[in-house]
């Protein structure tokens, strides 16, 4: 089942709906800037919007995807991001998701929406054992869905609401597990070849969007399904990175820089760098030197 709502511009406010009865203190005016400074950075680096595209917002109900969905209507109030926005919540049928939450809450802020019903929640549950992680499978499924919808409604993107944290927990995950150097992009190409996925969030701390989120009183919903399930290996990422944070605080972001500034000749992968045609240039003969040795005496 697919519920499609279309909402005319909502216009002469001086902001958009959303932020209308918003905190007006000066903490949470510098908290929304530094948002914003943020994803427009992240979109200027990274080359993502091109005007008159139209991108689908995955929101799933939690705080990271509806900071997502407000921060990008916020850029495109102020002219800032060319693009056409249209929400997109996939319903997986978890028991006791409250299904009427996200349709009327984009209703009354007048957000362009569609909700889709796709039960992959008893696909998932019927695939893996209850002792182990859904997560994998979950996100391929729920990935499928969004693409096919996207690819119906036109759009050129697919946009994810992952954040600062989630690069850096997905780069020590394949460090340590899997054996090599990887994060999420902040732009990569589908396999297929037709769609963009952006994370306009890619520099955006996960702490600042909780306030955000708790600022905005954001009707969050929780995950029954991988939310629930306790000793992932994330978690174990996430509590390494808090500890390091709290030890040198500014750590995350020194290692988000790093995550911009690789070089391949002082790493170990000899596909990203010719090591073998490495080769030192031969020293100039210096001035007034023979070609013989003069013999002591």
């Not at 509590?239 to 750590?251: S, T, V």
């Amino acid at each position: 089942m697919t519920v499609i709502a279309r909402m005319p511009d909502a216009g002469g406010e001086g902001c958009h709906p959303l932020f209308r009865e918003v905190p007006s203190s000066v903490e949470f005016n510098k908290l929304r800037k530094r948002l914003l400074r943020h994803m427009r950075q992240a979109i200027d680096d990274f080359a993502m919007a091109r005007a008159g595209e139209r991108w689908l917002v995955a929101l799933s109900g939690g705080k990271d995807s509806y900071g997502l969905l407000a921060l990008l209507l916020d850029l495109k109030w102020r002219g800032l991001l060319p693009v056409e926005l249209l929400a997109c919540n996939l319903d997986q049928g978890q028991p006791n998701f409250p299904k009427h939450v996200l349709p009327d809450y984009l209703s009354s802020i007048g957000v362009a929406h569609r909700i889709e019903y796709q039960d992959t929640y008893s696909v998932v549950t019927d695939k893996i054992a209850e002792n182990s992680t859904y997560c994998a499978l979950c996100s391929r499924l729920r990935r499928g869905h969004l693409y096919r919808i996207a690819r119906e409604e036109g759009c050129q993107a697919l946009v994810l609401g992952h954040h600062r944290e989630d690069i850096l927990e997905t780069f020590l995950m394949n460090f340590f597990h899997g054996g090599r150097l990887a994060a999420m992009p902040p732009k990569l190409v589908n396999d297929e070849g037709d769609l963009f996925v952006l994370r306009p969030l890619s520099y955006c701390a996960e702490a600042d969007l909780a306030r955000f989120a708790e600022a905005m009183a954001f009707p969050i919903i929780p995950c029954d399904l991988c939310g629930s399930q306790e000793g992932l290996q994330r978690n174990a990422m996430k509590a390494m990175l808090d500890d390091i944070e709290q030890r040198m605080p500014g750590r995350k972001d020194t290692m988000i820089r790093a995550l911009t500034h690789v070089r391949p000749s002082h790493l170990l992968d000899r596909d990203l760098f010719d090591f073998t045609g490495l080769d030192i240039q031969e020293r100039p003969v210096p001035m007034g030197t023979g070609s013989s040795l003069t013999p002591a005496g």
